[in-house]
């Protein structure tokens, strides 16, 4: 074993591994790519000194989606088992702190992590018979899923207490959501976990506490998730998505990896959604579903999608193409002549497009079409001959995701036949 | 409190919508291998069609030109979406349903943003308005046509699949790619032919359910997914499944949302679903395809 982490960062003893780490991470001699990774991250850092306490609601939302659109990619991307319900894991954490906050005077500092848990039982539960199904039913269930789940917040309406255990006494609170529990921060004097200044200031703190909290929330998600992807079980799941049968013969127990990819990734939504209700988003169907229990799913994808799949970190750049494609548009004062209609109304027409586009002439996404660009003008710039860098000639992530989707569809419908 | 009957003949009639929506799903899932997610966006295609059509404020012709009409549409768009979109990318699969799933989504916020009703709901009038007195029992005329409608749809389906050449070749392509081939079919057009019945059978069922009920933008989805069930119930790609699956999924919505709680509408179905896929994921009729 230890010869193996000498040859990875280079050091044979205690001190040598150290420095060789250290020098890993020194941002001066670190790639170009991660430099301007830093550097993003650095902007969003920034960015709240751009604007008003009143214009950070977008930017919040938007480090969520990112959140989100990684903790989809972990199983999706890299396992190649599609969910198309993932909004269901953000809504188990979202209500389970809430819930617990409202109506058991659970504090969210407890509420959040055990919200948390239930997700990571959710994922389990949806994992487990992921194991059996293949491509399609797969895709079915989890598509199922959320809206089952939104019947149930209607169903116990006024309180569930099943087997006389008050799970939730006063309700789940059906359409309209269960009410807004205790925020992290607030104003001094609104009961918030963390009580900031009064007035003007106390508010613009809170927007302030609000993103940073996310931000920081987004760094933590990322190391943790780049940090598994890019170790050997990171590359099990790669394998999974390239064979299935591979992985079985190299000795490896394939659903068990499946399982912890599943169960990581709903603790990564539940951990989100949980803080989501508890500051800027209010729990409800509507509001953590989306439009007819499905659109956040789909949006999650769509970030994904456009940032490039399989990779983490294009989740974040596909949340903000898509919050800055929603700007954009909203922002342009025109109104299209004949039909009528301003640009400003066509949202979301214009991101949906952008998907389409992506997925079809760059399924490696934004993400690998931007390190592929960056590398031929500099190959260039050096007046060499750009020949492709290690990885590229194999297929994008989305690519083996469709192959083994492929594979397993000729096998349904071979046994049909 | 509605009559035994009245839920009965409205558990039929919803039946028979939803068996005609599966129908053309399972069509195009059968032969060309594709999970058509746009499927319910041709449903609110073909409902706003026919508002465009037959409603009053709009060109206020007869109801029946109405149903031609969203027929009709409904299988235009089908048909341009295989041509334009479907046939350049059939054989990725996830890529196909991604991005039929984004389609689908895409013409029904098109609807929204473009129609003069935006999120509100519209209307057209009946084919059949009225109501009848069958044995004593009180029926819409409405709900009379829709289970004739779809049972003449099924039934001609059927003949055409069995009894045509065309039909045969359906078969055919649908059971083999390469056979197909060799005996000189054209995947091709055996493809588009499903899409555009697919696509008709989308059309009339969208206004059949905006003149029982009413219509609106994102109409689509709830069928969608009901269909999918079905046709996981009935067994992908199975005709007489899709049609048994579509009775049993409409009966147990109609009876519980009736009998037990209104707010299980959804609920129920897709329990079930779940229960079937991980019990018996090959379908009623899964193996139907082969014979």
Redesign the interface.
Known sequence: MSTESESLVGGASQTERRQAVLRKLNPITMPLRYQIGLLGLLLFVLLPTQLFPDQMGGPTTLVFLAIFGMSWDVVSGYTGQLSFGHAFFFAVGGYTSAILDLQHGITPLVGIPIGMLLAGIGGLLIGLPALRLRGPYLSLVTLIVPIILSKLFTLFNNGLTPLGIPIAPQGLGGRNGPGLPTQLFGIDGSGAVFELASGYEGIQQTALANYYTALGLMVLVLIVLLAVTRSSAGSVFTAIREDEDAVAAAGLDGAKFKLFAFVLSAVVGGLAGAMWVHTIKSPSPLGILGQDDIQTSIDVIIISILGGTGTIVGPIIGAVLFAVTGLVIGAIDFTIPVVNVAVADLRPLPLLAAAMAVLVFAPGGVLRVGIRTGRRVLASARGEEYEGGPGEDEDSALGQIIEKYRTELREIINERR | MVSFANVLVNAISISSLYAIVALGFTLIFGVG?V?NFSHGALITIGAEASYLISNQTNLGLHPALGVVGGMLTAAIVAAILYLGVVR??E?????L???T???G??IQ??VR??SSHGTGNFSVDQVTPGQTDIAGISVFNIDITIFLLSMILIALTGVFVSQTKTGKAILAVS??DKGAAIVGIDARKINLITWLLAGAFAGIAGVLLTMKNTGAW?MG??PL?LA??IV?LG???SIKGSVVGAYIIGFTETFTTQYI?S?????TA??L??VF??VK??GLF??E??E
């Open positions: 291998g999970l350049f990318v054989d990725e699969p996830v890529t349903l991604i991005l799933f984004i389609i989504f895409f916020h098109a943003v473009f059971m083999s994102n989805t709830q997914i999918f069930s996981i067994g992908l790609g709680d707010s299980l509408q959804g609920f897709l329990v679903l779940i896929l991980l994921p090959e899964g193996r395809a082969a």
